[in-house]
DNA sequence: CGATAGACTGCAATCGATTGCAAGAACGCT
DNA sequence: AGCGTTCTTGCAATCGATTGCAGTCTATCG
């Protein structure tokens, strides 16, 4: 059915060998049989079968990316970054949704090992250390966003006590003293870390940490809405949130709705991580960028530094941390300006009451 | 390094013939035999080479999954179907991203089928008909959510035009009349055919169609935008409008905000397809879901079909049609009845007047 | 007790490439 | 012309499995 090298060795009167010789331009050609067997395997339609080729080289050109999910957008960012990277190098990438879960991930594992690929860029569930460590003898491997403590893999992560860092004092610049953390667990890294940087930043400003302002809780919606009730109900409500765990966003934009919160002018919202919508969103929402295409791209460039030097690119580095950045936008305001009174253009078909919109005015003059 | 078929034979001091029967468990070897050598290969840690055993039986166990983005909530929700219902069957899935461009989409078909890959399942763009047909006869392919009209390839559609017609249906039943339309460019199927749906309900309640309430265009958000301004500017405007292009949504969202106007009570708004934010923004938008879930399982059911039927996996069937329904939450409101006056308990810190807040309520009494 | 079917097992070819080794061709030099 | 290089090319082994064919061994039957 397909065209195989012997085709295309028998088309031309050579020997299988030489036609493979002269199609992967080793060099070990004349000049004319090369060019002779480029054009006839062009006319034949010959593509060489990966399969075979790999079965003798070992390669598959296969890179494959576990992540925990495709819902979370800065994963989505990755993919894309890394898909186009590698696809520029013709390798193929194996998207693989972990779920976050170590069985699945320890599943997984297996199964990109067997398939014999090229290499690996895995966000770890961090239950794995074992596993991940056994593997990457046989092949190269990346770690991603996360670390697994049990390995010394090469890792590439977000600089989360800069980022929490950043938008702590951001706000602190916008005259807030009171400012709520909804944070991620604290057994991950990234929980803590950003922990840290909410820490410094208050420190460094002389205002002294108040524990009933943080809430820390699972990856998860529901994590925001308790979180930032228990922070609207306290007896001294803060003035700004600061919500450092991405999944919970959507919990905390609920409840101050629910609650016909204003936002900026009753509290200034400050988010990790971007999602497509919130610069679409009314008001646009301030964020802490954790910079996933730069993330996925220094990734891709040390998994191919590791995989061409074939086993020992340590360069000694094992963890590499990239800047967030903070992008604002108009969810966060000046604490002791007035509340904005800026001309209301009601010039829509408005029906209700001026008590009801559907969304305050964009902060900025 | 790793555990050959031939170590886990010498080991047991059998042929490598006899280890490889024994193994796949043909039922050519003893029963003694064939325990003895999967504990040794157990032992030993034996994992067959997919590569070795491709390159002989012509099959990888790779399924690709071909989609155009991973933004979009829909295609999230399919590959995360796919992947976990190939895992199953212990095949990895290849998930690949064609950007629903035509030039990147015929890239990585070729691609893939020169990985040998098992099966795909592919959302097209309509452009590549020739090469997929020409591929169909090497690999089963199924499409999916769009056809491709240069080919006859079994494809797995979502009813779009029973989905506009529910939609519409139920606006109509909630008392509007004047009903915008924001829809996908005409020259997609999926845009034409929930046009149509659109219009048949209009037609059955009596309603004559008026095109200035249709707006179609680009899967962007600005689509959305100046398709809501354009509606929203009429002299008579509508008191409904339904999105019926999902990229769209935002741009909607986003004007209304800007105007203040408040959802529902000013505008009810319906949408095409789940985000999961949705359910979690005040108001919950409610939507047409277009089955993606139910689309990704028999797309894969039927991909499964052919790859077991070998060729001639024609069920005489060549496009399946799963049903959407209806999804109400709290973005649509009665028309006839007065605009609600429930109680608002503003016990939030609200500093700010009560002439901005951040959403609206809920709609449900 | 010999013949024969049936159950296991092993040999060797095969899938489609890559690659070490050696033979043959072409060329330059003295 | 003779000899040694340098280029090209082909032969054959190899990667790690699967599988047709044939041979061995046991058991069963006449």
Known sequence: MTVTLKDVAQAARVSVSTASRALTGTGLTSERTQQRLTRIARELGYRP?????????????????????LTNASFQVMAEVVQARLKALSYQML???GGDDPQQESDTLTTLVDHRIDGLIVVPTGKNGPQLKALAKDVPIVCLVRRDDATD???????????AYLGTRHLIELGHKRIGLIVGRQDTTSGR?????????????????????????????ETG????????????????????????????LRVTAERNIAIPDDLSLLCYEDMPWFEWHRPAISIVDNGARDLANLAVDRLLHRMEAKGNGNDGVREYRVGARLIKRDSCRQLDAPVSTRSTKPKSPSKSSAAKSSASKPAKV
Chains 1, 2 share one sequence.
């Open 225 to 252: 809405a308790t979180g930032c009730r228990k922070l609207l109900d306290l007896s001294r409500p803060p003035s700004a949130i600061f919500v450092a765990n991405h999944e919970a966003t959507l919990g905390v």
């Open 153 to 163: 893999l090469e890792t590439v992560l977000a600089d989360d006590p800069q980022g």
């Open 49 to 69: 079968n990966p399969i075979a080729r790999g079965l003798k080289t070992g390669q598959s050109r296969l890179v494959a990316l576990l992540v925990h999910n």
């Open 95 to 97: 998207l693989c949704i």
């Open 193 to 221: 870390e950003r922990l840290s940087g909410y820490v410094r930043a208050l420190r460094e400003a002389g205002i002294t940490r108040d524990d009933t302002l943080i809430h820390a809780g699972h990856f998860v919606p």
